[in-house]
């Protein structure tokens, strides 16, 4: 029988979740609230899958998923989440995930992925799949990671201003531009470097030492 854990912070949701997975078979082994509750809980029970959520109260589900991981080895993390942001997929892939569900998944389609992530297979809804290979093919081909970003100058001015947490405005005054075109800077080098938002054109700057 296979032994799963439901993580979540929405105790309605959680609750259902586990009834429904008790109900086809599977042996619901804990459940947990927060990123600390779900690492602690794997290390004693182990179980075999375990179903995380991305907004947890004290952290993320990638956080999450990467000290579940660490803290028992043999366990898949399958995330079932209402996020179906790019971000947050990849995030959660990198952090060990095997497979990203959303929750708009029927009870069907969510039991097939917890037996097929239990038997070691990667699980993802529709669309999904595609975006993480895409991904990886990007990252393989371009090989080890440029140094300097491929934008030009007064883009990298720009992008070291959004990594110390300054708006465009504010930018826009420290530079002596238009608020306009600050924004175009931003969205140009959002283009160049296939980034989907600020929040990730910030991780992107501080992961390239921009912020110092």
Do not use: C
Not at 53 to 71: I, K
């Amino acid at each position: 029988m296979t032994t799963v854990m439901v993580v979540d912070d929405h105790p309605i949701w959680r609750d259902g979740v586990a009834r429904d997975l008790t109900d086809e078979g599977f042996d619901v082994v804990a459940t947990a609230d927060g990123v600390r509750a779900a690492v602690a809980r794997a290390a004693a029970v182990r179980p075999d899958v375990v179903l995380m959520d991305m907004q947890l109260p004290d952290g993320t589900g990638a956080e999450a998923t990467a000290g579940v991981v660490e803290a028992s080895p043999d366990t898949r993390v399958l995330v079932l989440s209402a996020s179906a942001e790019r971000a947050d997929v990849l995030d959660a892939v990198k952090a060990g995930a095997s497979g990203y569900l959303v929750k708009s998944a029927s009870r069907s389609e969510l039991v097939d992925a917890v037996t097929a992530t239990a038997a070691g297979q990667a699980v993802f809804t529709p669309g999904l799949a595609g975006l993480v290979l895409g991904e990886f093919r990007r990252i393989a081909e371009g090989g080890t990671e440029r140094s300097t970003p491929p934008i030009t100058e007064r883009e990298t001015e720009v992008l070291r201003l959004v990594a110390k947490g300054l708006t465009a405005r504010q930018i826009a005054t420290r530079l002596g531009l238009s608020h306009r075109t600050v924004e175009n800077h931003v969205q140009s080098t959002l283009r160049k470097l296939q980034l989907g938002n600020r929040v990730e054109l910030t991780r992107y700057a501080i992961e390239h030492g921009l912020d110092e």
